[in-house]
């Protein structure tokens, strides 16, 4: 009998070592979140950005993965601009230089800051999707409130044409796109880049995966992408794509059919317009109207 005790008490123990090991490893993983967010504060800035006549156009958020000045944001932040400027958390403004990688598909773009003896912290990337239910905090510059902190949740891993999207809790406002989305490690898990405007908490991320896979090249002077991009009514069509396909993503597809056939009516020769238009016909068995959607695609 005292052996079995002994035994046994020996279990116990070891359970309850095993237990407080765990519940250690969990809180050195998962940072506090006032840590987190000062630890992060430093990579996100404020984008401005003009045009020829150098009125201010817009502001958006970005932030560094490299210390030398590499910055992520939106793609629609910057279209249409003659130039930008970023502003970090110490209140210093550089120009946006290059940009070095587009991902228009995923509403990214990887672009040079002239950043002179200066160094910034980079966030470093997840190399996971994020879990359903996980909590997640986003720092940005929502109408140019800088360093703005908002928290929530994944909702949701959408399937959308051509990538997967994260579906979150946390409000995006204007000003937030570019806004970088952190787990409890302070890793990036994803970019804010849309929200559906006929549903609230709709919100939309691309995934870190996508931001590692902007490889930098040579580029091009942001100044080179005006005249491609200056056009309202085309960065309107653009926008109403993207929020077609998170529509289509939650199920919605009559919506998205809607929203891409307004932005076709805008441009009508939008590539990604009328494959979206394909995309959401297929989704309702209207095979041929399909067809013809990717026809005009191509």
Not at 248 to 270: S, V
Request: proline share 5%.
């Amino acid at each position: 009998m005292l052996r079995y005790s002994h035994t046994r008490t020996i279990g116990v123990l070891l359970a309850l070592l095993a237990a407080i090991l765990c519940t250690s490893s969990a809180a050195v993983a998962q940072e506090p979140l006032p840590a987190l967010v000062a630890n992060a504060r430093n990579s996100v800035v404020l984008i401005t950005t003009y045009d020829g006549a150098d009125n201010a156009t817009g502001q958006g958020t970005g932030f560094f993965i490299t210390s030398d000045g590499h910055l992520i944001t939106c793609w629609h932040v910057l279209a249409g601009a003659a130039r930008a400027e970023v502003k970090l958390a110490n209140g210093k403004s550089y120009p946006i230089s290059r940009i070095l990688a587009e991902d228009r598909i995923g509403d990214l773009v990887r672009v040079a800051v002239n950043l002179a003896k200066d160094r910034v912290t980079p966030l470093s990337l997840a190399t996971k999707l994020p879990q359903v239910g996980e909590r997640m905090v986003l720092i940005g510059c929502p109408l140019g409130l800088e360093q703005s902190v908002t928290e929530g949740i994944v909702s949701a891993i959408r399937w959308i044409p051509g990538e997967q999207v994260i579906q979150t809790t946390a409000p995006i406002s204007p000003g937030s796109s570019g806004s970088p989305a952190l787990n409890r490690k302070g890793e990036l898990v994803g970019v804010a880049t849309f929200t559906v405007r006929e549903g609230q908490n709709l919100n939309f991320l691309t995934p870190a995966a996508r931001v590692a896979a902007l490889k930098p090249g040579v580029g091009k002077a942001l100044q080179e992408c005006v005249e491609e991009s200056s056009d309202p009514e085309a960065k309107l069509a653009y926008e109403l794509v993207l929020e077609a396909l998170a529509l289509f993503g939650i199920g919605e597809p009559d919506q998205a059919i809607a929203k891409c056939k307004e932005a076709i009516r805008l441009k009508p020769d939008f590539a990604l317009a009328h494959m979206g238009l394909g995309w959401s016909c297929l989704g309702l068995d209207r095979y041929a109207e399909a067809v013809e959607a990717f026809k005009e695609a191509i």
